[in-house]
């Protein structure tokens, strides 16, 4: 498995589809419901075993030290391999370079212990999506 940033149109549309079917696709959400605003400036990457795209993950900035982690997803017949945890590293790893010192992101319930595991902590709670996702604010300061 290699962890890159999507390139290609084809890499792009494959790293797109992916968050769609895993994060919205469940919720009945339409194509394009997996974009925000912040695509253009944001660090994607993605997982590649075999030429197969079988996660992703993004991060922008809010301020010059604040950045967020959004779109975490892995295929489902690849998710609890060590994936998720890749590529969120490698997230860290792109911020950390560019100047962050604190890391936050808004995690669905059931998967705050994912996020615990890499360190982060529950603020409070956050929004509620598509009415009954749960989200849970959470933070991780690096020293
Ligand atoms: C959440 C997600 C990105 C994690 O990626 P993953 O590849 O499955 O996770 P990893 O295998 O890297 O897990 C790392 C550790 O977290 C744990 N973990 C992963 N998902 C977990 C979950 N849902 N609940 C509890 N623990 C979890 C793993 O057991 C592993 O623990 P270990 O280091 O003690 O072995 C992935 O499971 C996923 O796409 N889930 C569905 C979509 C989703 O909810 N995305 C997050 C939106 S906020």
Redesign the pocket.
Known sequence: MIIKSPSTQKEFDDYYDLRWR??RSPWNQPKGSEKDDKEQDAIHLMAVEEGKII?CGRAHFNSDTEAQIRY???ETE?????????ILLELENKVIEKGAKKIVL???E??I??YQ?NGYKVVKESHTLFGVIKHYLMVKDIE
């Open positions: 895993i994060l996660g975490m997803a892995v690849y998710q609890n391999k060590g994936v998720g945890k890749a808004n995690a669905r059931n998967v212990k994912f595991k």
